[in-house]
C-alpha cells in the first residue's frame, strides 16, 4: 500500500531562493520509492506586497537599499542555481512584478493536481525566460498549457474576491510566522525553512516517511 505524504509549500514566483529550493525539493521527491505517493499544495507568499502592479526595478532598489552593486548580491544565488541545474542570469530580468495574479491562478489550480508544476513554470517563465509575469495574456497563456481555459483563466486572475482570498492568505502566513521564502513543512511536522543543500531535503523526506 502507497504511503501518502503530504508537503506544504511556501514560495514566490519572483523569489529566486524560490526557484532554487523548489528545485530541489523536485529532486529529492523524484528520488523517492514508488511507494510513496506525494502531494504537493503551494500556499501564496508575497515577497514584497507593497511592490505595484507595474513592478520596481530590482538592481535599482536592491542598490538604494544596500549601496551595492547587485551583481555581487546575485552570485550566490546564481551560483547554487547552477549546482541545481538551473542557469540563472538575475540581470536579465530587470523587474520584479506584483505576483497576486500568479498566486491566484495558482491556488486555482489545485484541484487540477498540477498546482505545483503550475508555479513551477510561471517562475521559469520569469527568471529563465525573461517574460513579464504581471501581464494577463502571459498567465494565461501558461495557464493554457496547465488545463486551464484561456477565457476561465483571465477570469480568475481578474477576480476580486479571489484575488482578496489569495491576499489574506499571504497574510495568514505572514502572522503564523513564516517570515521568508522558501518554506516547507513535511506531514504536517516538519519544518523547513530556505534553499537548503540536497541532503537536507532528502533527509527531512526520509524522517517524515519512516512515520507515516
Not at 528545485?23 to 523517492?32: G, Y
Not at 484561456?150 to 474576491?161: Q, S
Not at 489569495?166 to 504536517?188: D, H, K, M, N, Y
Not at 543543500?197 to 516517511?209: G, M, N, R, W, Y
Amino acid at each position: 500500500m502507497a504511503k501518502l505524504l503530504k508537503i506544504d509549500v511556501f514560495t514566490d514566483v519572483v523569489c529566486p531562493w524560490c526557484l532554487v529550493g523548489s528545485a530541489r525539493l523536485d529532486q529529492a521527491i523524484a528520488a523517492l520509492p514508488d511507494d510513496v505517493e506525494v502531494e504537493v499544495t503551494n500556499h501564496p507568499f508575497y515577497l514584497d506586497p507593497t511592490v505595484p502592479p507595474e513592478g520596481v526595478d530590482v538592481g535599482q532598489m536592491l542598490q538604494e537599499k544596500y549601496g551595492r552593486d547587485p551583481k555581487e548580491m546575485w552570485a550566490r544565488v546564481e551560483g547554487e542555481a547552477k549546482k541545481a541545474g538551473i542557469d540563472l542570469d538575475l540581470s536579465q530580468q530587470p523587474r520584479m512584478f506584483n505576483t497576486a495574479k500568479a498566486h491566484t491562478i495558482t491556488r486555482l489550480s489545485k484541484p487540477n493536481g498540477n498546482q505545483h508544476e503550475l508555479a513551477n513554470a510561471i517562475a521559469d517563465a520569469y527568471f529563465l525566460e525573461h517574460r513579464q509575469i504581471n501581464d494577463d495574456n502571459v498567465l494565461a497563456d501558461i495557464a493554457v498549457q496547465y488545463g486551464w481555459d484561456r477565457g476561465d483563466a483571465l477570469d480568475a486572475i481578474n477576480d476580486e474576491n479571489e484575488l482578496s482570498i489569495t491576499a489574506q492568505l499571504a497574510t495568514s502566513a505572514a502572522q503564523q510566522g513564516i517570515r521568508g521564502v522558501p518554506f516547507f513543512v513535511f506531514g504536517e511536522k516538519y519544518a523547513l525553512s530556505g534553499a537548503q543543500p540536497d541532503e537536507v531535503f532528502a533527509q527531512a523526506l526520509e524522517k517524515t516517511i519512516s512515520e507515516l
